[in-house]
């Protein structure tokens, strides 16, 4: 099984390449002129896709072929106050020029909108909400030429105080978006509400590809083991042939969330980086059903704990594991 290794918009590594500069809508009303202040926040945009660019090249320059995109490329995108302002057009060039290095380079790319895109909400203000996030995240990766293969992950969201209803909800909800958000969707367990067990039940009714938490996971679960699940993860990933676009030689490899607890006191916590055997241990107990999977390392030193897993990895070489390259390893079963 080919294991591939990515991180999440920030490097450590890369001085002053920051994709997620913004400005607050204070600042924006106090430059008074309104035309002034959208060129401005078209600026910053421009320079958050630059450095965008700048770490795919880091990227590609480490063999690193998993990124997640900062979702805070363009600032203010989703305020309220500028709902009649459209970027796009302005930042057409910088969003195609991302969108064809990834293209070229074959990488994996995603947008993980952050918690208050709830599909479960009771509330339908903050669904249009939600509903609108999910559309602000589709623009971006349709600005760049990106097929329904380049993602955005969401969790299930709140309880609402009844769970159930608030899962079947979710199911309505997702089910009533158009195939053009729909088919960009990927569903994470979290760590406090909807466990691995409920939310590998939601993608099995909804047809979302899920994407398994093993951090999550372990501080949210039912008594099952993580490899326990994935014969069933995996075939929520079948559908992706088909509605991708991909190949059946190339089919888009499931995808899960690795990072490690901060500590006994803080175990939801992300660690700086990312503690191998647990991680190695459920890869080892999954690499007879799948040859390949793509793993996301959520760890607060990003690029830097990747190298930091990799240079560990490289100590297994004689226990069945093959590195391959500067992020990605082989794993016989």
């Known amino acids: 099984m080919i294991v591939r290794f990515g991180y999440v918009a920030m490097s450590v590594t890369v001085q002053n390449a920051s994709p997620s500069k913004t400005m607050t809508m204070a600042s924006f009303n106090k430059i008074g002129d309104r035309e002034a202040a959208i060129r401005k926040l078209e600026r910053i945009a421009a320079e958050n896709l630059h450095n965008t660019l700048r770490l795919l090249r880091h990227n590609r320059a480490s ?40 293209k070229a380079n074959k990488m994996r790319v995603s947008f993980h909108p952050d918690h208050f895109t709830v599909l479960s909400t009771p509330r339908p203000e903050v669904l249009q909400s939600s509903i609108h996030d999910l559309k602000y995240h589709g623009a971006m990766l349709e600005a760049m030429g990106l097929s329904a ?24 909800q997702v089910s009533a978006l158009d195939l053009s958000l729909r088919e960009r969707l990927t569903l ?31 501080v949210n679960n039912e008594g099952e083991k993580p490899w326990e699940l994935w014969p069933d993860i995996l075939d929520t990933w079948k559908g992706e042939l088909a509605q991708a676009g991909s190949s059946a030689d190339h089919p888009l490899p499931p995808k899960i969330h690795a990072s490690s607890p901060k500590s006994e006191k803080d175990p939801r916590g992300h660690a700086d980086g990312v503690l191998m055997e647990p991680l190695l241990t459920f890869l080892r107990n999954i690499a007879g059903y799948t040859d390949r999977i793509d793993v996301m390392l959520e760890a607060k030193l990003k690029d830097e704990a990747l190298f930091g897993l990799m240079n560990e990895l490289r100590l297994q070489e004689d226990n069945g594991v093959k590195v391959l390259d500067g992020a990605s390893i082989e794993i016989t079963p």
Request: hydrophobic fraction near 40%; charge should be negative.
């Open 188 to 218: 994470e367990n979290d760590d406090k509400t909807f466990n691995a067990v409920e939310t590998l039940e939601a993608c099995k009714i909804t047809g979302l590809p899920m994407v398994l938490d093993i951090h999550h996971q372990w």
């Open 149 to 172: 293969e380049a993602k955005n992950n969401i969790h299930i969201g709140g309880a609402y105080g009844d769970k159930v209803t608030s899962g079947q909800r979710f199911v309505e």
């Open 63 to 102: 063999d690193i072929q998993v990124y997640r995109f900062s979702s805070k490329l363009i600032p203010l995108a989703t305020h309220q106050d500028l709902r009649d302002w459209d970027p796009f057009q302005a930042l057409a060039a910088d969003f195609a020029e991302v969108g064809d290095y990834v």
